[in-house]
């Protein structure tokens, strides 16, 4: 018998695809028909074997040889390359596109946990076909027929690479203050100029061509967001025949050197200086993606998506930090039983001791309520696009559109507390190098700064996302909570006190909501929004485990006691956060906004 991963749980992806999220009968839809049990089974083994073979022998050399710059090229570790190499040629890359464009249909929900594994075993390498995904994707949606068949084409074939270009220097996250500049020329195309910051990606030669979507104004733009619109903008030109002819005036200027996630190339690149100057003018040469001022429109497709990534990343280094903590836990001989009197008794297995139990069980209600919730929002996309009636795919968009900062956030806070607990099981071996705990800390201290920091997704949840159309988004959600609720009521048992817990956390969702934006003042509704984001990620993980829950059903295999024992210490050791988070809100302190800045 094969020893399990400790990459992730196969047994916990096939329950929450198989038994929780039904994704036979999502099998059963037009678009999936070619699809069967089979086909899921076949590409989460081959995920995992890709993964354990490919990409996690390499981690931790990646870690320790971070990309350099020299003479003006990204230098690596040759394992990327090959790594990304075998992955594209899986087809994994392409998996959930078109067949015309090389992909298999391959549902989202199947798509989203067969990359888990690759998150898990290598989040650094893995990033790099995350973002020429989510790039293709969004060339799928707003691009032209051209750029697709051009630029798309090659990068779910693996042979070029896709970034989002989006801060600079001096703009970081407010992107109204966007300063790089397109200016039109007389064949249609644009020139552009200016310097972008933080490009995950930006610069390497894993492949043939960089594809760079970049935000930039057009002469005479509107101030403000409104004025933006979106550019393709590749490292080489390419040739009539599609091979990459010159440099394109793209250059890069550095990489930044990060605390973990060393092994994502992190640059900036300057746009126009003249390095390189394609027809002997300065200038970046780009093609306008979707219509001039419709830049972020278009860019949140690719920002969305890549929120839900940046939380299936968290997600995946929780539960792979948490499976090492269990297997160190199982097997690390020390200290003996509580009441034990004996001193020359033989020491017992960590994992005997109290305290250790609750590390790994609030490490387990983490990690696997992030993957649960990942998941969902992946069945969501699913729904969104296929479902049967034009309701239930607005529905599914709805959900989707609440949730989406939830499944960014929450994954990133706290399956990081989940990998701090890792460390603190693993106690002073925990803080060396020698175990992989201590790099999974560094490398998900990322994700809750980059596609949006944390407070920024709160903004974005209680400033727009809870109040859109009259709360119709919060209005569906609280609907689908109750339908669990329900269920469990009839089910009886600890389910039905969970019940009532999780309709009271609810009522204060909708209470809490209306009491901040009782006056209309974003001043003051939005000055907690970090609490009310937080406060809300919790009661829809109850949610989410008290629904895994009942999909145990009467089962007492190992397996199925411990999601209900996972379930079980997230009402009553979790769940109690929400409240207090809710009594803050309720109270509208004003103790952050009465501190003067002088004060600090």
């Known amino acids: 018998m094969a020893t399990p991963s400790t990459l992730l749980s196969r047994e916990d992806l096939d329950f929450l695809l198989h038994h929780w999220l039904d994704v036979g009968g999502l099998l059963g839809r037009p678009r999936y028909a070619e699809h069967s049990r089979e086909t899921v089974d076949a590409v989460l083994e081959l995920s995992e074997q890709l993964a354990t073979r490919h990409f996690a022998p390499h981690n931790k050399l990646a870690d320790q040889n971070e990309p350099r710059m020299v003479d003006g090229r990204v230098e690596m570790i040759p394992e990327v390359g090959r790594a990304l190499a075998a992955f594209a040629e899986s087809g994994l890359l392409a998996a959930p596109m078109e067949p015309e464009l090389g992909g298999a249909r391959l549902p989202r929900v199947v798509a989203t946990a067969c990359f888990a594994w690759f998150q898990a075993a290598n989040i650094g390498t893995a990033a790099y076909p995350m973002l020429t995904r989510g790039n293709a994707a969004l060339l799928c949606a707003h691009g032209s027929r051209g750029q697709i068949d051009t630029w798309v084409r090659p990068m779910l074939a693996g042979r070029f690479y896709g970034t989002m270009c989006l801060s600079e220097p001096q703009a970081g996250s407010a992107l109204a203050d966007v300063a790089t500049r397109a200016e039109p020329q007389p064949d249609g195309s644009y020139r552009l100029f200016g310097t972008k910051m933080w490009i995950s990606g930006g610069d390497h030669e894993l492949g043939e061509n960089i594809v760079h979507l970049v935000l930039a104004r057009t002469p005479g733009a509107p101030a403000g967001v409104k004025g933006l619109s979106l550019f393709l903008v590749p490292k080489y030109l390419l040739e009539p025949d599609g091979r990459t002819g010159d440099r394109n005036d793209v250059s890069l200027v550095g990489l930044n050197h990060k605390m973990g996630y060393r092994g994502t190339t992190n640059a900036v690149l300057a746009f126009g200086e003249g390095r390189h100057t394609p027809g002997g003018a300065p200038g970046a040469v780009g093609e306008l993606v979707g219509a001039e001022h419709s830049g972020l429109a278009c860019m949140f497709h690719m920002m969305n998506e890549a929120r839900i990534g940046v939380g299936a990343g968290a997600a995946a280094l929780g539960c792979t930090a948490y499976l090492k903590a269990v297997e160190y836990a199982r097997t690390r001989l020390q200290g003996r039983p509580l009441g034990d009197k004996n001193p020359s008794g033989p020491p017992v297995p960590i994992i005997e001791h109290p305290d250790v139990r609750r590390m790994l069980l609030a490490q387990k209600a983490y990690a696997e309520g ?90 974005d949840l209680l400033g727009r996302r809870a109040i859109r159309d009259g709360g119709a988004a919060l209005a569906l959600l609280g609907d689908r909570i109750a339908d669990t609720a329900a269920r469990a009521r009839k089910a009886g048992g600890d389910a039905a006190d969970f019940a009532r817990e999780l309709h009271a956390a609810w009522s204060r969702v909708q209470g809490v909501t209306a009491t901040v934006w009782a006056d209309g003042d974003p001043a003051r509704a939005l000055v907690h929004a970090t609490a009310y984001l937080e406060a809300v990620g919790h009661v829809v993980l109850a949610w989410l485990w008290l629904d895994v829950h009942l999909a145990t059903g009467s089962a007492d295999s190992p397996f199925h006691l411990g999601k209900r024992a996972a379930c079980r210490y997230f009402f009553r050791h979790e769940l109690p956060k929400a409240h207090l988070r809710f009594d803050l809100l309720e109270s509208r302190d004003g103790t952050v906004t009465e501190t003067d800045p002088g004060w600090l």
Do not use: F
């Open 370 to 459: 992030a993957m649960a919730l990942i998941l969902y929002c992946a069945r969501l996309v699913d729904d969104k696009e296929t479902a049967a009636t034009a309701q239930d795919r607005q529905e599914a968009a709805r959900l989707l559109d609440i949730l989406t900062p939830i499944a960014k956030s929450w994954p990133s806070q706290w399956c990081l507390e989940g990998n701090h607990l890792a460390i603190q099981v693993h106690g002073g071996y925990g803080y060396t190098r020698d175990y992989d705990v201590e790099q999974h800390y560094r490398d998900n201290r990322l994700n809750p700064i980059h596609e949006g920091t944390h407070g920024i997704q709160a903004l």
